[in-house]
């Protein structure tokens, strides 16, 4: 497999064919429990955004006690493909988006790094528990990133009970907003969770797969964390269809999910665009287990450029050892070495698109211009946004306080943690819970 996702063949005397891409509909899926099942592919057809406009749709004809509060949470990786395809700034790019969404019904419009806050300082207490506890079968070490769905999917059904116990248990940024969303800001409206319509914009398909799991599905109040996923092409498909510009939208301002956190314009993290799990679980072990604060973090690529590594040093021993594996070459690498217990990092990011959440699959082409130079548009915007430490946003300290009851609580356990179970083939699963 090459870097740019192209692949070939080698025959034994060395000769390479390039083969072409095999292209597979959902039609052609053989419920095998090898990769998506009959269920799976009626939850994708669900998660549309043909599906957000029939209940916008509803809202304008229905009474107003049928009417449902209608929430969009955008990440930041949709956001940046956007910027590059109409030529914005990130900032800009934000407002008319929730200028865009108010237009056609949405009532709220909020930023998912708000809620990658409570992902990575989740990520952050869970690795540092586990690093202590080692000598604990169950503290299992590498603890490996669990914010990409896919990589969890190909997990539970591919590696079962071998791997889902170096998963981290947080909650990726887009489940745990569908739990302040659900949860928090539904209480403050006074509203029960269901009243609430709550979609997700995404740069990945596989987030459709992870909003429909049953672990995001309240039985008390049947409804989902979240209703509903679209990709960042399926927004620009709805702004085609509304026959609405971006770039020619008056700017609206930014929508908060509690006082404390005025959002004057979007923030992001440090450590890259798939959420930068790496660089802040490094630097708070860093600090937390040795004492040492890393000013900065220094990456080291290895046998490619979606395969580095991180060590963290002292009078020549190695103190920690953390890497970023992203794609599935470097997976399927990663893996084998852990059944064979010979892999020698203590965290491991993994996302499975090559260059990470920035080139998901669900991302925007731009015409006349090669991948590789949108990918450098996409990441030099997104890379402009102003990063803040997780523990320092505005309003995560109060919501921690007041909403959860305190870090490391039972409430913050079960509303920012998750589970997962191996799929055999046969169909039942082995559930992996902490």
């Known amino acids: 497999i090459e870097d740019d996702g192209s692949y070939f063949q080698v025959s034994q005397d060395g ?21 998506v099942t009959s269920a799976e592919t009626v939850l ?47 900032t800009d790019t934000a407002r008319k988006l929730t200028a865009f969404f108010k237009k056609i019904g949405a009532h709220y419009v909020f930023d998912t790094a708000f809620s990658r806050n409570f992902s990575l300082l989740e990520s952050q207490r869970e690795f540092v528990q586990r690093f202590r506890g080692q000598a604990d079968p169950k503290q299992a070490l590498p603890v490996l990133t669990s914010a990409c769905p896919g990589w969890i999917c190909y997990a539970e059904k591919t590696h079962g009970s071998t791997v889902l116990p170096h998963i981290s248990t947080a909650r990726s940024p887009q489940q745990v907003m569908g739990s302040l969303v659900k949860d928090f800001f539904a209480q403050q409206q006074l509203l029960t969770p269901d009243k609430v319509y709550h979609a997700t914009v ?16 309240s039985q008390e109040h049947q409804t989902r964390d979240v209703d509903c996923v679209i990709t960042t092409g399926e927004v620009f498909k709805l702004l085609e269809e509304e026959g609405v510009s971006l770039s020619e939208l008056e700017p609206a301002p930014l929508d908060s ?14 450590g890259g665009g798939s959420g930068g799990y790496l660089e802040h679980v490094f630097r708070h072990a860093a600090q937390e287990l040795f004492g040492i604060h890393v000013t900065e973090v220094t990456y080291r690529p290895l046998r490619n450029k979606d395969l580095q590594e991180v060590i963290l ?29 010979r892999c020698p990092y203590h965290f491991v990011e993994v996302m499975a698109c090559p260059a990470g959440c920035l080139n998901g699959g669900g991302q925007l082409k731009v015409p006349d211009m090669p991948g590789k130079e949108l990918l450098q548009q996409v990441e030099r915007l997104y890379g402009l946004v102003r990063t803040e430490a997780p523990e320092d946003a505005p309003g995560v300290q109060e919501l921690y306080e007041h909403w959860l009851q305190g870090a490391g609580s039972e409430r913050a356990g079960r509303l920012l943690h998750t589970s997962y ?9 082995l559930s992996i819970r902490w």
């Open 44 to 90: 994708i057809t669900q998660q549309s955004h043909e599906e957000l406009r029939k209940v916008l749709g509803a809202n304008k004809t229905a009474a107003p006690d049928q009417q449902k509060l209608v929430v969009i949470s955008v990440s930041p990786q949709s956001r940046a493909s956007l910027a590059v395809r109409f030529q914005l700034n990130p």
């Open 257 to 270: 999910l509690c006082s404390s956190a005025s959002a004057q314009e979007p923030t992001s993290h440090r």
């Open 313 to 341: 040093e002292r009078d020549g021993q190695v103190l920690l050892h953390f890497a970023a594996a992203y794609g599935f070459r470097n997976i399927q690498n990663l893996v084998q070495k852990l059944k064979r217990g």
């Open 202 to 217: 995404m740069p990945c398909y596989d987030k459709k797969l992870e909003a429909s799991r049953p672990d995001f599905f």
């Open 15 to 35: 000769g390479m064919k390039k083969l072409e891409k095999a292209k597979i509909s959902l039609d052609d899926c053989l419920a095998c429990s090898g990769c």
């Open 421 to 429: 179970r191996a799929v055999e083939k046969a169909g039942s699963g």
